[in-house]
């Protein structure tokens, strides 16, 4: 089968490797699509970092190369031992954590803190940038017919957006502002729309901005010109958002964020940063805002499916698909320089 394997930085090599085999309690899946996520930017032209070069992963025990790719959907050809409840054609959203199942935070519901946490696409044999696909039968989450391949491979950002949204803690009515209008910023609005907060989108970028217009966001501001501070306290009566988010991973981002959030708010931060955060003292001190982060989609995945099946999550101007020999020129390097939204593979145009 042909896959996009990963070498190391800026060698991802599309290659003729084995099928992989389903063993008990695994299910085999046919890959559909698979989206380019920000963090396989960052393991692409910033990595090794979540890969592993010479000691293996100590759940999965695997290292470098390694087959990219967790943002996707597959339909099921093959069930090992086991598994009991997928037939074959069923479609189903992979979420892309495999655990020990057994440690503190495995038993108490909170399992993307597993010790032992390894990610599809990562740290595990099979990644979704190929044409099939081997994942754990509790990472596979059974789709509704309603829902295409495409919107099965948008289930695990919309679940980080998700989880992000519930982190701001916010109901209806108040106001949050979301900073970075790449996929998880535009998957915030998205569920906070639907929860009836007021979301306000800041970008630097014209043709984000121009997707979030056609998008229907009411509010969008350019942080460019260095007072994105000042107009969010004029459009919230001096007081601040309610809660900011911080999904683009820059400093500017992330002070706009806290300088911006109304006293006693929260500041949710669910980008990568590359380079340590720098706090005012004072500022933390005297806004008493609460500053959190989002570790994956834990718990997600259910509200998501249910949610993208009844119209939360529409796909029109920001998706789009490309070819799987393309991946590295219409993919990586074009998100990389900030051309284009959200980029899902047809992987089976290999």
């Not at 008990?24 to 920000?38: A, E, F, M, S």
């Not at 930017?41 to 100590?58: M, W």
């Not at 809660?243 to 964020?257: E, L, T, Y």
């Not at 070819?323 to 998100?335: A, K, S, V, Y």
């Amino acid at each position: 089968m042909r896959a996009a394997v990963y070498h190391g930085r800026q060698d991802l090599r599309l290659e003729d490797v084995p099928e992989p085999i389903a063993g008990r309690g695994d299910v085999k899946l046919k890959v559909l699509y698979n989206g380019i996520c920000g963090s396989d930017l960052h393991e692409y032209y910033d990595g090794p970092i979540t890969t592993r070069t010479t000691t293996p992963h100590p759940l999965t025990g695997v290292k470098n190369p390694v087959i990219l790719g967790h943002e996707l959907c597959g339909e099921v050809v093959e069930v090992g031992p086991d598994v009991e409840d997928l037939e074959l054609g069923d479609r189903v959203a992979v979420e892309p954590v495999e655990t020990c199942g057994h440690c503190l935070y495995c038993t108490s519901g909170q399992y993307n803190h597993c010790d032992l946490l390894a990610f599809h696409g990562y740290n595990r044999n099979s990644g979704g940038l190929a044409q099939f696909s081997v994942v754990r039968r509790s990472m596979a989450h059974k789709l509704p017919r309603s829902l295409t391949p495409m919107q099965g491979a948008l289930i695990e950002p919309m679940a980080i957006a998700w989880r992000t949204a519930d982190r701001c803690e916010l109901e209806a009515g108040q106001t949050a502002v979301v900073h970075g209008a790449g996929p998880i910023g535009i998957g915030v609005y998205f569920t906070l729309r639907r929860r009836g907060v007021r979301v306000i989108m800041s970008d630097p970028s014209p043709a984000r901005r121009a997707v979030l217009r056609a998008l229907g966001v009411a509010t969008i501001l350019d942080p460019s010109d260095g007072k994105v501070v000042t107009a969010i306290k004029d459009l919230t009566g001096g007081r601040g958002a309610d809660a900011s988010i911080d999904a683009a991973g820059v400093p500017k981002a992330f002070q706009a964020s806290l300088l911006g959030t109304a006293v006693d708010g929260n500041v949710v931060v669910v980008a990568i940063h590359t380079r340590p955060l720098e706090i005012g003292p004072m500022d933390i001190l005297m806004s008493e805002a609460r500053i959190t982060g989002v570790a994956l989609s834990c718990n997600a995945f259910p509200s998501v499916i249910k949610e993208m099946a009844a119209g939360a999550y529409p796909t029109d101007g920001w998706v789009e698909t490309i070819p799987f020999n393309d991946i590295i020129r219409d993919g990586f390097e074009r998100l990389h320089r900030q051309d284009g939204t959200k980029i899902l593979v047809d992987v089976q145009s290999a």
